[in-house]
């Protein structure tokens, strides 16, 4: 199975910062179509998660442009320019290349 | 407006069985891909399966495969989930996703 390994664990920022969240997979996510099945996603305090980023870098309709996703091949990341309060919880990547599919552990996104 | 609810979640015994089902509207059900995706308490995100929008294929994560079967009717715009020989470790949310949306989950508890 694909492990994603997501550094770091927690997060610590204050307001306005910009923080940086790391996905390792341990094998190529690049489909033999071409395309990267790489997501991330949010579940703040008490509620479902929410899609932010599908194919490493495509944003989800209504995500804020301060989310921004990069990365190919076995290295990923997700940049928040200038974490607001809402964009507090627990992020989530996963890959959908390869079955089964997988979730990293995930990183909490803390204010300091 | 996009929904997704689960139920038929609740309190179940070890070793017995259960359905579970998500009722879909907003969007056109038989275009997507479907998943399960479970969250134990306190716990991160665990992929169970997803199925094609015909219904004709079925992926599994190597642990769920066997016990939980996924299934669909689009004619009533309803996902399934089919959980069998439950066991204390599938106490969980369970929820239904597609691509760009969850429903807001469903609780399953299993114990004597």
């Known amino acids: 199975d694909v492990v994603l390994t997501q550094t770091p664990v927690s997060l610590s920022v204050t307001l306005g910062d910009q923080a940086s969240i790391s996905c390792r997979s341990s094998q190529s996510l690049e489909y033999s179509d071409g395309y990267t099945y790489l997501e991330w996603y949010l579940q703040k305090p008490g509620q479902s998660p929410q899609l932010l980023i599908y194919e490493v870098s495509n944003r989800f309709s209504g995500v804020p442009d301060r989310f921004i996703g990069s990365g190919s091949g076995t290295d990923f990341t997700l940049k928040i320019s200038r974490v607001e309060p809402e964009d507090l919880g627990v992020y989530y990547c996963f890959q959908a290349t390869h079955d089964p599919y997988t979730f990293g552990a995930g990183t909490k996104l803390e204010l300091k | 407006e996009v929904k997704l609810v689960e139920s038929g979640g609740g309190l179940v015994l070890p070793g017995a069985s259960l359905k579970l089902s998500c009722i879909v509207s907003g969007f056109t059900f038989s275009d997507y891909w479907m998943r399960w995706v479970r969250q134990a308490p306190g716990k991160g995100l665990e992929f169970i399966g997803e199925i094609k929008p015909d219904g004709s294929k079925t992926n599994y994560a190597p642990s769920m495969k066997g016990r939980f079967t996924i299934s669909r009717d689009n004619a009533k715009n309803t996902l399934y989930l089919q959980m069998s020989s439950v066991r204390s470790e599938d106490t969980a949310t369970y929820y239904c996703?597609?691509?760009?949306?969850w429903g807001q989950g469903v609780m399953v508890t299993v114990s004597s």
């Open positions: 996703a597609s691509l760009y949306d």
